[in-house]
T-cell receptor, first 115, second 114 residues
């Protein structure tokens, strides 16, 4: 069975500072990894995904994530955050095409950007 | 227009009432999902459907049922609502050929059971 751990439930950061949101996963097979963002009162929107190839993945709004197989991690980073980045961020793992084609989500990290 | 729509967006109901949440999509995807979101717990899968004739239970299906009326419509029912079903409910879709099972989410339905 696959699982996702997001160790930080809340991350406060000042505007223009860098940020890293941590995600660790466990799975017995090859995985596909995702970061979704949820802005207040909205649904989830895909930020970026890792399927194969380069371990450094770039997404929307200046975010990037690095897949580290040996550490089973997929941490999300942004070099300089903006107030508009305040949202909840979810890491998710899929073992598609096997394993029932389902996504397993972490518990989320609330990013709060302050002036 | 939104690709995945959910109705209603907000609903307050009483314990014991039957309630239905509806999801429609214009993406042409075969696969549809229902999740609930609770603070600190992330999203948990309730039911999923890979086509009109295929319905599967997720990790927390007790107390819920679903109906896949057409490729584009997937409804979630609470036969007898209870307060601990108060949550934010999301519908999602994915394409059978979608890379890594990327899913597309609706805006959510906030359900309160009194």
């Amino acid at each position: 069975a696959q699982s996702v751990t997001q160790l930080d439930s809340q991350v406060p950061v000042f505007e223009e500072a860098p940020v890293e949101l941590r995600c660790n996963y466990s799975s017995s097979v090859s995985v596909y990894l995702f970061w979704y963002v949820q802005y207040p009162n909205q649904g989830l929107q895909l930020l970026l995904k890792y399927l194969s190839g380069s371990t450094l993945v770039k997404g929307i709004n200046g975010f990037e994530a690095e897949f580290n197989k040996s550490q089973t991690s997929f941490h999300l980073r942004k070099p300089s955050v903006h107030i508009s980045d305040t949202a909840e961020y979810f890491c998710a793992v899929s073992d598609w095409p096997g394993g029932g084609n389902k996504l397993t989500f972490g518990t989320g990290t609330q990013l709060k950007v302050e002036l | 227009d939104a690709d995945v729509t959910q109705t209603p967006r907000n609903r307050i109901t009483k314990t014991g009432k039957r309630i239905m949440l509806e999801c429609s999509q214009t993406k042409g995807h075969d696969r549809m999902y229902w999740y609930r979101q609770d603070p600190g717990l992330g999203l948990r899968l309730i039911y999923y459907s890979f086509d009109v004739k295929d319905i599967n239970k997720g990790e927390i299906s007790d107390g819920y049922s679903v109906s896949r009326q057409a490729q584009a419509k997937f409804s979630l029912s609470l036969e007898s609502a209870i307060p601990n079903q108060t949550a934010l409910y999301f519908c999602a879709t994915s394409d059978i050929t979608g890379q890594g099972n990327e899913q597309f989410f609706g805006p959510g339905t906030r359900l309160t059971v009194l």
